[in-house]
């Protein structure tokens, strides 16, 4: 028998510089590659013209196929499957709010956000859906080639298959592809009860035809989609912030010359650039944070929550804050056909997701909370310098007012270097909206503050190669970073 | 206001190297440094003469302090604290065994295993404590600096505060010090219902006095001690694991020439080695493993746990496998005294524990297993090649007997680089012992089993730096493999 581990070439390097690469190049073809973007804004607008989902309030006692357990008061579908809304009972050990009660979503299945990526002319392009969700405020937007609960892939709703779905499934996979990122990443604390979604970038090896509502794009023209509101839903960013990232030298691309902003932002990519604390300390600072709280969190019956009723066919809260429970009537046209009803999470104001960013060195720095949520896996994940929906404060002690959202909110149009207004899951959340903003600022007043810290974006690229370091809400704005990386104006009207 | 950050060397470099390098020189420290190994035998083997714990067993209902609940038959102590033993009933998609119950035991708390460091003469030297604890077959060992437990350090047993708890306290920490390693891993899923500690080796950067009981080494010399039977104990191995190791290039060492097996595991330990699947990969494979089992492990009460009886004192298996749950006396003297009861698992049989090696191009990798355990956090962590009782499997279908055992027990010396059996940990498992092997092997079987994977050693050190990859027998064998790194003979008999 030959020795095939003696065979030459078998290794592979010790860094992913040449994936890296490719995908930076990719960020940097603005437009062109095999569609361009005016045949993308006529093609997009065409598609909603024959894709629509009509979505119609009902009260929660109206949901068909959904019943409140006589017990519980949860709400869950007759089949067992999808998702339950429950209630939660939160102790925490720090923070202003030592015990509240809320609904909850419980959701234990983990889904599947996949990115198909393929080269053309030497060039990754991402295959992107246009898709309708009930939560959209306008119906369609741009997500992953796949998009899929573990319901929707074991089509418990008696669905079609979901394309492209073979891609992201090791077991049944024959075709050449090259996985580029495959982890389990979590989603929104503060509604989901240990919600996780594997997400995933495959690089197929041979002819992909898109099928109708799908489109070639190459990472530049994603980027350039993100300056705009509402395009670029949550699981594209998700998958898009898990992409391994790595930028040249500023000194090798001379486009980036004399843009000061953009030559440390794309130093700040680099996998060998300094940055203010090593990787041992971020790390051991994450460490301190999960074992120095407690968060208890026990499921418990959604009737009788502590400060929650139900009336008018919702579930609120005694002071009108937060959230309500809500109920939707949908009805799907175009590609995707379907009439149902479900139970969705019904935000109230938009709210403020920012990093503040800052030379340190000549690096860009974004400045990171490590933020306990009640629904995380492991007590405290990686979140923005600010993530709040404002009015929401009023009911809360002043202490609880989120530190540096004055001055993001004071920043001057000098200061601002991305500012979109994004939705949040289309399938859970009715018309959850968050302004995205990074802003440059010259505080140094956080050099010692126990629940932040300086990062540069290459430490942020590393952790999202694992598991529950990243919180949604900082995963989209790095992806909004790296839509940065590849502009002389840093600030752009998009599509 | 100056702004902090423009001053001028301010930033970490990008990688660890420094670290790492001084890390792998003290490795190479063989013997000398402040105390040699001829001193260190006689005054362990002093402090031997006047540290004991005279350990008798005695039926549980005997224990002290320990009661058994009176509606589930769970063990626990009156003031709440410690652990319990639990009955746990676990289930699972996976494996030759779809369900079973067993005792388990619960401590949620996370303790501190730490290693204080310190240069002395330009080499790190480790502060290791000899440690006399119950479960020992011999008594005493070498531990970490601290091994406490949160009962410990909050002094419930009302016990003398632990000796350098305080520069594993970031908010008492007032020393100048420089974290090495701060990670939480999990230990033994078979025994523990989602154990972890908090493994931590901390940089002293001023002058630190051994007490009585505790010695500085080299690495190379903790190294050298590994070699021998039951002298360093699991939770000194578990924290060496967690150091950043990197070699140099083997070309740079000429103590290395020659020797094949040694370069090839220098340059495995090297981070930009190449290896045969990118990280990429292997954490796709490690993600898919944790997404397709399904463990559903449930708390349930000691009381008829079913394959499980009372008698004579213990709680054991009817088939008389696996391990039993016994109860002790102690009586400690020396530097810690004490007399106390508490129950411990006593396991039936000395286990297997091993990796299979062997060089990929001319980088040493290592045969790791992706194994599902029903206490672990996240239902799979990476573990030996073998890991396994030969005598369990007796009772289990011939399908679950472990792979690849039979290869290393079949192994002739010429195969073995490594072979020493070492003490699980002695606070809770009595008289508990495998086997460790490092084997060399040619074998190419095993390419595309799904459940092993081929990883240089440099992609389990990245690994480390996270919590939950890398189970408590494979973190023995990695500082196992360390500790040939520095050897011209790599098989020894230790001190």
Chains 1, 2 share one sequence.
Request: hydrophobic share 40%; glycine share 8%.
């Amino acid at each position: 028998m030959t020795d095939v581990f003696a065979r030459p070439g078998l290794l592979s390097p010790g860094t992913g510089e040449p994936t890296a690469q490719r995908i930076a190049d990719s960020a940097r073809a603005w437009d062109g590659g095999i569609t361009d973007l005016a045949d993308f804004r006529s093609w997009f607008a065409g598609y909603g013209e024959r894709s629509y989902a009509h979505v119609e309030r009902i009260p929660l006692e109206d949901l068909d196929g959904w019943r409140r357990d006589p017990e519980t008061g949860n709400i869950r579908h007759h089949t067992g499957r999808f998702f339950t809304v429950e209630g939660l009972d939160v102790r925490m050990s720090r923070g202003p709010v030592a015990r509240w009660s809320q609904p909850i979503i419980n959701q234990p299945e983990i889904g599947v956000l996949g990115l198909l990526v393929r080269e053309f002319g030497g060039t990754l392009h991402c295959l992107m859906q246009a898709k309708v969700e009930p939560g959209n405020r306008n119906g369609l937007q741009l997500s992953p080639t796949v998009q899929a609960t573990r319901s929707n892939y074991t089509r418990v709703h008696g669905g079609r298959p979901v394309p492209y779905l073979r891609y992201f499934d090791h077991s049944a996979a024959s075709s050449p592809r090259r996985v580029l990122a495959d982890v389990r990443q979590s989603e929104q604390g503060s509604a989901f009860h240990r919600k996780r979604n594997r997400n995933m970038v495959v690089e197929v090896l041979e002819d992909v035809e898109p099928l109708d509502g799908f489109v070639w794009l190459t990472l530049g023209q994603v980027h350039r989609l993100l300056a705009a509101d509402d395009i670029v839903n949550m699981d594209a960013r998700t998958v898009l912030s898990c992409l391994p990232f790595a930028h040249r030298d500023p000194q090798e691309m001379p486009d980036a010359e004399g843009d000061r902003f953009r030559s440390a932002l794309l130093r700040s990519c680099g996998r060998a650039a300094g940055s203010l604390h090593t990787m041992e300390e971020i790390l051991s600072w994450i460490t301190e944070a999960r074992t120095r709280t407690d968060v208890r969190a026990r499921r418990v019956p959604l009737d009788g929550l502590p400060g929650w009723r139900t009336a008018g066919g919702r579930i609120s809260h005694e002071t009108g804050r937060f959230f309500d429970v809500i109920g939707v009537r949908v009805e799907a046209g175009g590609r995707e056909v379907g009439r149902w009803t479900q139970p969705m999470i019904e935000s109230h104001g938009t709210g403020v997701v920012a990093f503040l960013v800052r030379e340190i060195g000549d690096v860009l720095h974004a400045l990171v909370n490590v933020r306990v949520e009640a629904g995380y896996m492991d007590v405290a994940e990686l979140a923005p310098t600010v993530q709040c929906t404002p009015p929401n404060y009023d009911v809360l002690p002043a202490e609880a007012r989120p530190r540096f959202l004055d001055e993001v909110l004071a920043a001057g149009p000098d200061r601002i270097r991305y500012e979109t207004i994004l939705s949040e899951e289309g399938g859970r959340f009715y018309h959850a909206r968050n302004r995205y903003l990074i802003v440059e600022t010259d505080t140094a007043a956080t050099f010692d503050h126990p629940d932040f810290r300086w990062m540069a974006v290459h430490q942020l690229v590393d952790l999202l190669r694992h598991s529950h370091y990243v919180n949604i809400q900082a995963r989209s704005l790095v992806a909004c970073l790296h839509s940065l990386s590849a502009r002389s104006n840093s600030r752009c009207s998009g599509i």
